[in-house]
């Protein structure tokens, strides 16, 4: 049995974001339960993010904390409790995940996951929360997506803009050939924190034109010399590991369309010439689909998991180095 993926992301423990004026003034952000409307939170000025890392306990219907988490006991397990709504003082909201560490069926530890940026010791009031939409926002977070005019290369060789793209048309894989697009999806988001798209500059990694595309988006590089140290010559890289404020950096501001192309596997597909990943359907990321997709789909989209190329995917510790980006360019080039 394939071992279920491990992911990282950026968290803040409850501690580092407290009420400064309301009913529960002075304690940290927790529980749905012990909530209250129009509580106003800062967060502080030493507060940083860091980074968790989990993995899905499918059987046990939980997320599990995994080894190398900076944050949390690897092996307790993970909830999600609710989404928040806050607003800032210049009138506009943003939104907010706080997830629950379990130890021996109690709380161990609440963690704060912004889904904008927060500003440290700046107001911000609870105007909203609830725990219905809390799985399908962070479903939507872990969505792979190309942004709008993202070319893609079908298995005729033409490439098309993904808003182009109708269900049933075949696209080159790089692992199974021709394979034809079950059901594509398509949302408009405000270009903040987690939902910013990371832009890789033409060139960057032989990419023919600018790529944009959701953070937590990997790519697939195949390593003709070991540049980055990591043992064998396929490798998957996050995109937002990448970011070099040079030639990969993200695009904060305005909105975004996002399309998500989902297929009967997880494909590696050539998005304006990169091998990229498509949707992946998991237990954090089957909680964002349209109702019914899965069972429409038929019974293939639970094997999503067990592609082998999930096995290359490369810890953020192996590409924050200078010149990731350039020595990636270089492994992957013939010359």
């Known amino acids: 049995m394939t071992a279920a993926a491990s992911h990282t992301i950026p968290v803040f423990p409850c501690e580092a974001f407290r009420v400064s004026d309301g009913v529960a003034e002075g304690d940290p952000i927790s529980f749905l339960d ?24 499918t059987a046990a219907q939980c997320l599990r904390i995994e080894t190398g988490s900076e944050i949390g006991t690897p092996g307790n397990a993970l909830y999600l409790d609710c ?26 530890n609440v963690l704060l996951l912004p889904l904008a940026p927060l500003r440290a010791e700046s107001d911000y ?42 269900i049933g048309d075949r696209v080159l894989t790089r692992d199974s050939g021709p394979q034809e697009i079950r059901w594509i999806g398509e949302t408009t988001l405000r270009a903040v924190g987690d939902f910013a798209p ?89 909680a964002a689909l349209p109702r019914g997709l899965a069972t429409r789909l038929g019974e293939t989209l639970p094997n999503h998991e067990a592609r082998h190329h999930l096995d290359y995917e490369v810890q953020e510790d192996m590409v924050r180095r200078p ?6 360019r270089r492994a992957s080039s013939a010359t």
């Open 34 to 57: 012990d909530l209250v409307l129009d509580d106003v939170y800062q967060l502080s000025r030493e507060a940083r993010r860091v980074a968790l890392a989990y993995s899905s306990d």
């Open 83 to 108: 989404c928040l709504t806050l607003m800032a003082t210049d009138g506009t909201t943003l939104e907010a995940l706080v997830m629950v560490e379990v130890e021996a069926d109690e709380a161990a």
């Open 125 to 166: 009031r609870l105007v909203g929360a609830d725990r219905e939409s809390a799985p399908a926002r962070f479903g939507e977070v872990a969505f792979v997506s190309f942004a709008r005019g993202t070319h893609i290369t079908l298995a005729s060789g033409r490439q098309v803009p993904i808003e182009r793209l109708r």
């Open 198 to 286: 990371v832009v890789i500059r033409a060139g960057a990694l032989f990419n023919t034109r600018d790529l944009l595309l959701s953070p937590e988006h990997r790519l697939f590089i195949y390593q003709r010399r070991d540049e980055i140290g990591v043992g064998r010559a396929e490798v998957l890289v996050k995109v937002r590991h990448l970011i070099d404020n040079e030639t990969v950096y993200q695009q904060d501001g305005g909105f975004v369309d996002y399309f998500q192309l989902l297929f009967d596997d997880h494909q590696i597909i050539y998005a304006e010439g990169i091998a990229a990943e498509t949707l992946l359907v998991d237990s954090r990321t089957r």
């Open 323 to 328: 010149d990731t980006v350039g020595r990636l």
